[in-house]
């Protein structure tokens, strides 16, 4: 009896790989999309006040969501787009024309820009070591948030302010124009690895604060998701004394 139902369920078995590579055989599987919209990381509603759940909304699903479709629309012309990591991308994105350089920076940026939020309250605060770090490039962490600020402000038009570590293991704030980011091997732009990202496009801020860049900037700077950055701090410092080495 044991024998006949251990038969039947190994014919079971068969049958089903059999199905399976069938299915398998039946034709090319239908193109991936290699690049993935990631979820935001908390409610769309977390960010209040300081960011409300209808622009928290419309530039998750539509601007990072389109930013993220554009870029894989891009791999039938550069198939290696297909398997190559994002963050390595940014690395080499000077041998691709436009549109992976505006989309592939928008995801990248995008990425990063809801996992350096967190709801108020949530941040935490500098490590001692990422303190130490502000402290000698900075002087202490009022004339970062005043530098930071003043780098938000001054991008004319769309773009980004940065925190980044630099190769030399120091601290650094810089801005880059439309999607672009301190990874990028292109010509103008200092380049780090970036501990802190915000977004000054108006989509990011246009529906709250209208043309008040500068309160959304302030009212942003409470939203910093410190133990992120400590996070992105530690392990740049990792790689970048891993490659001296
Ligand atoms: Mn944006």
Not at 41 to 58: F, G
Not at 156 to 176: C, H, M, Q
Request: aromatic share 10%; hydrophobic share 45%.
């Amino acid at each position: 009896m044991a024998l006949t139902s251990f038969l039947r369920f190994l014919r079971v078995c068969c049958l089903a790989g059999l199905v399976g590579l069938a299915l398998l055989a039946a034709g090319p599987r239908p193109a991936a999309a290699a690049y993935v919209l990631p979820p935001l990381p908390y409610p769309v509603e977390a960010l209040a006040p300081s960011i409300d759940a209808t622009t928290m909304t419309i530039h998750h699903d539509r601007h990072h969501a389109a930013y993220v479709a554009n870029l894989n629309a891009r791999i039938a012309d550069h198939p290696e787009l297909d398997t190559l990591p994002l963050e390595e991308l940014q690395g080499r994105i000077s041998r691709y024309p436009a549109a992976v350089r505006n989309n592939g920076g928008g995801h990248y940026n995008h990425a990063l820009f809801w996992r350096v939020m967190a709801p108020p309250g949530q941040g935490g605060t500098p490590s001692p070591e990422l303190e130490a770090a502000i402290s000698a490039a900075f002087g202490s962490p009022e004339a970062l948030q005043q530098r930071f600020a003043q780098a938000a402000a001054e991008r004319f038009g769309s773009g980004w302010a940065w925190l980044i570590l630099r190769p030399d293991g120091g601290l650094a704030i810089t801005s880059t124009a439309n999607q672009d980011n301190p990874l990028m091997d292109l010509p103008g732009i200092e380049r780090g690895t970036p501990l802190l990202g915000l977004d000054v496009w108006e989509h990011a801020y246009y529906l709250n604060y209208q043309n008040r860049r500068p309160d959304y900037i302030a009212a942003w700077w409470s939203l910093v998701n410190w133990n992120e950055v400590n996070r992105r701090f530690a392990e740049g410092l990792k790689t970048s004394s891993a490659s001296e080495s």
